[in-house]
């Protein structure tokens, strides 16, 4: 049941019964990045979004874990937790399924969420759990000043690799379509149109909406997604996806990506082969294959990069049904004794 007025992905939160506007959700803390860092921009676009859901502000919890991306909760005027290095997830897992009345967010960057948090992130998204995941992705570890992380590129030479990383980067896009998450988005720093509309998407789903939010750490990793933000190397370098249109790119959309002969897609000339080869996006598409073969056509050193909605499908969310078997055994048990079951079966006692 959903309150009139509301979405379903916001389901029984209170709506705001004023309007709001950034200022509302801009705390009176002193933002504390270093000038030029990807953050900043994320931060605004969040401040001027969340008004935009009608929410009222304590019903919204933004919980991270440790670096950079994880001091954001001090800077929103909703309720929040910088928590354990790598466990917002597991806690954010706690909130969403005890209190229904609350819009759960978890903020946290690619060495937090993949490295020490990678069991907590791949479980909730898994369990399908009613949680917003926003993943900061800078590809290095910018709070401990500059040591390679889970997403940076092999040969990387940072304080931890001074002869280059031998580690092949994890793809949190991959990742997250891998544990089958049921709403997994990709989209940048710099662009704000894109990104808020990637939240808004985000926030309207019901379950585990995962967004890798690729930004710019000026500091230790100055220039990782030029590529993929420069005017005249983005027309090659980024595909955006467009549900129910066909995968194009490039200058006129002359280049295409269409599934090859080995089963596996291939980019091609749109001339040469026609458009009616190309591969039609799907984001509602039952099983995640074929999104999961667009997050691995490239990557910012190479290839070119998906932005937009990979997937986006309807799965009943974990918490929904926790608190349903919870009411269902009220019904069958009537109300629970805790006492009466800890002082059931095996017990004993000493001294």
């Not at 931060?43 to 919980?63: H, Y």
């Not at 596996?264 to 026609?274: I, N, Q, R």
Request: glycine letters at 10%; hydrophobic letters at 40%.
């Amino acid at each position: 049941m959903t309150v009139p007025g509301q979405r379903s992905g916001i389901g029984l939160i209170p709506i705001s019964p004023v309007e709001q506007k950034k200022k509302d959700f801009t705390s009176d803390q002193e933002v504390r990045w270093c000038p030029g860092c990807g953050d900043y921009a994320i931060l605004a676009t969040i401040q001027s979004f969340m008004p935009t859901l009608g929410l009222a502000r304590e019903n919204m919890v933004i919980v991270s874990g440790i670096g950079c991306a994880a001091r954001l909760p001090y800077y929103m005027n909703t309720y929040g937790m910088h928590s354990i290095h790598g466990r917002a997830p597991a806690i954010a897992t706690g909130l969403a399924t005890t209190r229904p009345d609350l819009s759960v967010w978890v903020v946290g960057g690619d060495g937090d969420l993949l490295s020490i948090g990678g069991n907590h992130l791949l479980h909730a998204l898994r369990r399908n759990v009613n949680l917003k995941i926003l993943l900061l992705n800078n590809r290095i570890y910018g709070l401990t000043k500059g040591q390679y992380s889970p997403t940076s590129e092999v040969g990387k030479q940072t304080k931890s690799t001074p002869m280059g990383s031998l580690d092949r980067p994890l793809n949190p896009v991959s990742i997250a379509l891998g544990a089958e998450a049921t709403f997994v988005a990709r989209t940048l720093d710099s662009d704000r149109k894109h990104l808020t509309a990637t939240l808004q998407a985000a926030a309207e789903h019901r379950g585990t909406a995962f967004v890798e939010i690729m930004q710019n750490c000026d500091i230790y990793n100055d220039g990782a997604f030029d590529v993929l933000k420069d005017a005249d190397s983005a027309v090659e370098a980024v595909v955006r996806l467009e549900g129910g249109q066909p995968v194009r790119f490039g200058k006129d959309g002359a280049k295409g990506v269409r599934v090859s002969a080995r089963g596996s897609l291939e980019v091609v000339d749109v001339a040469a082969v026609g458009e009616e080869s190309l591969l039609v996006h799907d984001p509602a598409a039952d099983e995640p294959e074929l999104a999961f073969a667009l997050s691995r056509l490239g990557n910012v050193d190479g290839g070119v990069t998906p932005l937009g909605i990979f997937r986006c499908v309807n799965r009943p969310a974990y918490d929904d049904q926790a608190r349903a078997q919870v009411e269902a055994a009220k019904e069958s048990h009537g109300e629970g004794d805790l006492t009466a079951l800890l002082n059931s079966g095996d017990t004993w006692q000493i001294g």
